[in-house]
């Protein structure tokens, strides 16, 4: 059999930390160990939750401090820690069912020739556990809704169709065959929500979470796309574990000024398009009508101030975007900071 570890990277977020951390260490199929890397401006606050959880269960748990408040930066940390051949990458705000992980399992253990790289779990919509009080709500979006989002995906795939689900499907399709052929019948995806990501740990290492993405927003921005599109460029395949259910109790906090949020969804999603798109791919050439789409949707939300800066942010972003993508991919990063710094600036 194989194993597994958890590897979950934090900040400030104390309030769900902790009934998270027991969803993960009470599965029926238990994992090898949790490392927790945490950037919290109360570090020592988390170390207590640990501290306290750790004392209830036989599932070892570690915290660690990060070296920079960056979510792929954390996650990579995390994973120098793991030893077990699975990692699993729940967001803190997500809580498991007792047998998610063993869905999760069962997926990757049937497939003896390593074709699924990362296997992604399903969303829930109920707890699987009592909130307590110390708990906050749980920020409703309207991407929280089933239905409105299968129109809103119909129609948006029909007209403004997502660069990185054309991109997913289409390597995912190239490489499908191989897997029926090996006997392999569970449903593959071409991206995956990092809240639900599941990595084996080789495939996890040797494409690592890009620290770009999160070095000037913290909680990174797209990050989790990013590594789905690239576990599909390198020729492994993401399957979908359809009993494994993970319940995102989406943290009402703003996770950015909001500047920053529009600013950094137009850019990173640029700057992920750039590293992996082949010229001249479909994907790459539907690129600039979604990403205007996107600056219009941010443009028709003025209700406050916060929705103002998002539409601005967006907007200083996307007349940045040719500098950006005239640029090798070499000197991509590079650029990036280039834009972050003079955006940044002017912002002040």
Not at 52 to 74: F, K, W
Not at 78 to 89: K, N, S
Not at 132 to 153: A, C, H, K, Q, S
Request: aromatic share 8%.
């Amino acid at each position: 059999m194989l194993d597994y570890a958890v590897v979950v990277a934090t900040r400030n977020r104390q309030d769900i930390l902790g009934s998270a951390l027991r969803t993960f260490s009470n599965q029926s199929r238990p994992p090898g160990q949790i490392v927790v890397v945490d950037r919290s401006d109360d570090h020592s606050d988390v170390e207590r939750i640990v501290a306290d959880i750790a004392a209830s269960t036989s599932v070892p748990i570690r915290v660690h401090y990060g070296e920079a408040a960056n979510l792929p930066l954390q996650r990579n940390q995390g994973l120098r820690h793991v030893t077990e051949a699975i990692t699993m990458f729940p967001d803190d705000d997500v809580l498991w069912y007792p047998d998610t992980a063993a869905a999760v399992m069962e997926v990757y253990e049937s497939d003896e020739g390593s074709l699924y790289g990362a296997v992604t779990a399903v969303d829930a919509h109920r707890s699987p556990v009592p909130l307590g009080d110390e708990v906050p709500d749980r920020r409703v979006r309207l991407t929280d809704r089933p239905l409105i989002m299968r129109v809103r995906n119909i129609v948006e795939s029909a007209i403004v169709p997502q660069p990185f689900e054309v991109f997913g499907r289409a390597r995912s399709a190239a490489l499908e065959p191989a897997a029926r052929a090996a006997g392999l019948r569970h449903p593959l995806v071409g991206t995956f929500g990092g809240y639900r990501m599941t990595l084996r740990t080789d495939v996890a290492r040797t494409l690592a979470f890009d620290p770009v993405l999160g070095s000037r927003v913290g909680y990174g921005v797209h990050e989790d796309k990013d590594m789905a599109l690239r576990v599909l460029a390198s020729g492994s395949l993401i399957a979908v574990a359809e009993a494994a259910r993970a319940f995102h109790n989406t943290h009402p906090g703003k996770r950015a000024a909001g500047f920053s949020y529009g600013f950094f969804h137009l850019l990173n999603y640029a700057y992920v398009c750039h590293k992996i798109f082949p010229s001249g791919d479909r994907s790459r050439k539907v690129m600039d009508r979604y990403l205007r789409y996107k600056l219009a949707l941010y443009r028709l939300r003025r209700r406050d101030q916060y929705d103002r800066d998002v539409a601005a942010g967006a907007e200083a972003a996307y007349s940045e975007l040719p500098a950006l993508l005239e640029r090798p991919v070499a000197e991509a990063a590079d650029l990036y900071e280039e834009i972050c710094r003079r955006a940044l600036d002017r912002d002040r």
